[in-house]
């Protein structure tokens, strides 16, 4: 057990570089290109909701040239458990009801079935090869599609991505939010930060493929263990911070959609991009037991949310179903 007090100390120390140079990127990335003139629904489109998932994309990346591709499957299924049973759990219970926006209702729940039944599909019959990513990412390209038909949505979107980098009151009444977004000023510092956080990004997701892979050769289970719980967990505590305070500021909206468009983004692209650097194995205990329960969970996720709310004890029973999943996935590996 000794053994594993370096490689659990590299793991928690190159989760917390990761999510704050994955932050940091995105934030320097959302300026610059709002600086260059770039429509800010695009950037919302692109870098706002890749952001959230680059953690989990790079160490994907990583892991397959590491040689573990089991990884990344496990990183994507248990990222998804994890968004719909905790985080939604707990900003359900902090938040006592959630009510839910109904375009949500109609067009992110179908995409969310729709992605989670590609993937079991696509893995069931054996690993994720390069076509199946392919058609992964034109499952992408649709969800972005239908994310920039909704006029209102990107309205809301765009209002607070500007937001984070100019003063909305300060701006005149005769001029567009997009105009004075594109007189963004990008300082020198706006550039560094891109590159030393990209570059921190790639040497912290190494980190953490190497910590991953040293925990499991020591705890003796499969690499997927690692990612389905202490990757998950970790990757999820930055998304359960910001969705407690969304539900608290009643910002319900925030809270649901990012959970959502994560799952939908961490099936279809993390999944996807790996996919052609090389084949993804699907180990025994995702296809048998992982994987049935992200498909449970989105169902049961879909049903609760038929009346457009989310109740505290609902909430309740989420995360008494994570625990139990948990508990049982000591067995199933």
Do not use: C
Request: net charge negative; no cysteine; proline share 3%.
């Amino acid at each position: 057990m000794v053994d594993l007090v370096v490689p659990a100390a590299t793991f928690v120390l190159s989760l917390a570089v990761l999510l704050k140079s994955s932050d940091l990127f995105t934030s320097a990335a959302e300026r610059l290109g709002l600086s260059l003139g770039i429509s800010p629904f695009i950037i919302g489109a692109t870098i706002v909701a890749g952001g959230t998932s680059l953690p989990e994309l790079v160490s994907s990346l990583l892991a397959v040239l590491a040689g573990a591709p089991a990884i990344v499957v496990g990183n994507v299924v248990g990222s998804n458990i994890a968004n719909i049973f905790l985080i939604l759990g707990i900003a359900a219970i902090a938040g006592r009801n959630l009510r839910i926006d109904r375009e949500l209702v109609r067009v992110d729940l179908p995409l969310l079935i729709a992605s989670a039944g590609f993937l079991i599909v696509a893995v069931w019959d054996g690993p994720f090869v390069w076509y199946e990513g392919a058609l992964a990412l034109v499952g992408l390209g649709v969800y972005i599609h239908f994310t920039l038909s909704e006029e209102e949505r990107l309205d809301e979107v765009v209002e607070e991505l500007v937001g984070d980098h100019v003063e909305l009151e300060d701006i005149p009444a005769d001029v567009s939010i997009e105009e004075a977004a594109s007189e963004t000023e990008v300082e020198l510092w706006t550039y560094v930060t891109i590159v030393v956080s990209l570059a921190l990004v790639f040497v912290a997701a190494d980190q953490l493929v190497n910590a991953i892979l040293a925990i499991a050769s020591g705890l003796d289970v499969g690499t997927e263990f690692v990612a389905i719980t202490a990757v998950a967990i970790g990757t999820s505590l930055p998304e359960i911070a910001v969705s407690v305070v969304a539900v608290r500021k009643g910002e319900v909206e925030i809270a649901v959609g990012n959970v959502l468009g994560s799952n939908i983004f961490n099936t279809f692209a993390v999944m996807g991009v790996p996919s052609f650097l090389g084949v993804l194995t699907i180990p025994g205990s995702v296809r048998g037991y992982a994987l049935p329960v992200m498909i449970l969970a989105t169902l049961l996720y879909y049903f609760i949310t038929q009346d457009r709310e989310i109740t505290g004890w609902e909430g309740m029973a989420l995360l008494l179903l994570y625990v139990l999943f948990l508990s049982n996935l000591f067995v199933a590996v």
